[in-house]
């Protein structure tokens, strides 16, 4: 970097009897915003994880000055089919990356063309994210450039009283973007540059000329939380639960770490990034630290405090009694309806769902591909004489058994393929929606067929969980084991879906005591209605989640050892089974 003529170097120079101020050297001032080159980027892609998703298409606007200096734009073979909502949503299908450059071969240009630039995305830690997964998947080194995210800045610099939200369309149009985001790379980021000049101009009013200056208000310390540090002294460094407390011994926030106190005292440094926690660290007074034996119960524990505290800056678990269920009524001429309480009646259910929108969805799925009726009213199992049928009846669109359109058999055969769709197998549902949307987007008209593809999705979700939930809702009782380093065993004891213990055997130690012990003394738990468990559904979700991992071990089941169990020898050798 050069520097300005040694005359100029002065801040202060004095001419006659008055002070005249001197600009300074740029190294006093930093990389001006002025000349720094961003290449700001945007990715299309098969699904949301570099996991197991590819990258379709790569747009990339190198600007400075404000001046755009280059464009780099290519489609880009995934290597794995294009799901047909993503197809749908974006426009790029299987036949148009069938002939495309693969990732290997293209990320080698794009690395060249984004070469000492400063990267710029909206929600950058997705597209990075894909960026760097490609390189660590093709070899090459990630060049570590400085990454500015015009989601993050967009979220300090307006608030709510000038947009709603902070997503590209709604930034595009109040910065009158001359491109309209359209789910194409390239258009896409064209948009984001106007978005990053209108932000840019936005800080400057508030005298952020330079790069530094500008890394330093994406990611400040405050001094009102750089205050509360303390409250992370005298935490234990062990697995479990936090809680942190107001000065009325409110509960504001619930969280859980294999550490609590390094977790704790990360939420007082630069990596804390979310202005929700910085506000709640601003009301904090004290941090409660709940240990736990194991990484499982401390999430488990999690989940059952922020249920009962319903903690102000919790956004996921609050009121888990609120979630919303589908279920097939037990009538003389059943029907869907959305509930917020599974019964002992007969019915059927399917999923919790996570808002009562994404219910309706399903429901909306559901009519799509069986005749059942959608009138609430309770019908008798013989038509009265004056009935009518509804619109629905008229366009083909309902069974209409309220006049006899479909008579008791009949309709029972359409409620065990509703019930068959609920438990068994979804290939109706699926068949019917996408034989819908794939109508639809042949028309053009994407949105429906957005509308319907989210429909499917949603019924999927719903079926699904409700698929996975039911078995261990039915299971009296599990007993599984973790071997633990270096040789101790984690026990977990499971009823009806609820964790009802958990403990560690000790290396070396015999693990039948410490069984028997968590059997005796574990929660006593009545048996639910199926599908739901004895727990929320995040709970049984949990341990789930736990039991698919590798190395667990399931030792018993309903009161029944999974082999005979003959002493301390005999319950090691079931442990060590493979």
Known sequence: MTTAPADQGTAVATAGQRLIAVQGTLDELGSPLSEVTFVVVD????????????????????????????????????????PPFIAVLTGITDAMVATAPGISAVLPSFLEFAAGAVLVAHNAPFDISFLRAACAGTGSPWPGAEVVDTVRLARLVLDRGEVRNHKLGTLARYFRSRVVPEHRALGDARATVDVLHG???????????????????????????????????????????????????????????VDIRARVASYFTAAERRGR??????????????????????????LRLIAEHAPPYNRRSRFPDRVPWVKLTVE??????????????????????????????????????????????????????????CALAEMGRCGAPCVGGTDRAGYAEVVDAVRRAFVEDATTVTTAV???????????????????RDRLLAYLAGAARAQRLTPLATAAELVAARRTEPGG????????????G?????????????????????????PPPPPMPAAHPEETEEVLRWLERPGIRLVALDGSWWCPITGAAAVRARLDAP
């Open 43 to 82: 990715l299309e892609t098969t699904g949301g994880s570099p996991k197991d998703c590819g990258i379709t298409e790569i747009g990339a606007v190198k600007v400075r000055g404000g001046e755009v200096v280059g464009e780099f734009q290519t489609l880009v073979n995934p290597g794995v089919p294009i």
């Open 199 to 257: 932000l840019l101009e936005r800080v400057g009013n508030q005298d952020i000329r330079s790069l530094e200056e500008l890394r330093s208000f994406t990611s400040p310390v405050p001094a009102p939380v750089r205050r509360k540090r303390h409250l992370a002294d005298g935490l234990p460094h062990a697995p479990g639960v936090y809680l942190f407390r107001d000065r009325r011994d409110r509960v504001l926030y619930v969280g859980t770490s």
């Open 277 to 302: 926690m910085t506000e709640m660290i601003s009301l904090a007074e004290r941090v409660t630290p709940v240990v736990c034996a194991t990484a499982l119960e401390a999430r488990v524990r999690e």
């Open 332 to 389: 003389s001429f059943p029907r869907l309806s959305i509930v917020r309480e599974v019964r002992h009646d007969g019915s059927a259910y399917i999923g919790p769902f996570t808002s009562r929108s994404q219910a309706e969805f399903a429901v909306d799925a559901l009519h799509d591909a069986f005749p059942l009726r959608r009138c609430h009213r309770r019908l008798p199992g013989t038509p009265a004489a004056d009935a009518t049928s």
């Open 434 to 452: 996408l034989a819908r949307v794939e109508s639809l987007a042949g028309q053009e008209r994407f949105e429906e067929a957005g509308v319907h």
């Open 489 to 500: 065993w984690e026990l977990v004891l499971v009823r009806h879906g609820r964790l009802s």
């Open 502 to 526: 958990t403990t560690v055997s000790p290396p070396g130690a015999d693990p039948q005591p410490a069984m028997e012990a968590l059997r005796a003394t574990g929660e006593v738990v009545a």
